[in-house]
């Protein structure tokens, strides 16, 4: 959890000293669409890790609500579970190349052994540190069985001012997500 924290702290610390040195990058695009690769590591079992496909989006309304979902897809053996999110948050610029955000969402998990409803809520800052380089650090809290502090990093790469290419580590309670995705903007 000191880890997480210290990683997010240096982060969100990088992102807004590089900010200021981003002339030509723009604030981050909030209409896209993107999927993955995504795999589940479970801190007390080393022996089942679950991986399977994410499939992701948000949706800016205005200049200041988005709209936001994800559903995602683990297997491993007879082992079948899937997450799903979706919400809504409000978006602040800090900056021409910083903005944080604010989201709450409704959070349903469907597996093999157990069906849960709960909620989410989350802040973060995303920023173009440079033209092609997106960071992100979030915190958030995640209550479907147990509630849990969640604590999220990631960076995307912009090949084109379209299509991007990421990755995301995503630390809860006893459980970590890592996703590899495609993103496409628009």
Known sequence: MRKAITLLTALTATAASVASFATLAESPDWRYVEGGYSKMDFDDNESFEPDGFVLSSKYLLNSNIYLNGEYSNFEEGNFDFDMLTLGAGYRMPLNATTDAYFGANFERIDGDFDDETGYSVNAGVRSMVTEQV????????????????????????????????????KLMDDLDIMQVTARYSF
């Open 134 to 169: 997106e960071l992100l650090g979030e915190v958030g809290y995640y209550d479907v069985e147990d509630g849990d502090a969640t604590f999220k990093v990631g960076a995307n790469y912009y090949v084109t001012p379209q299509w991007a290419v990421g990755a995301s580590y």
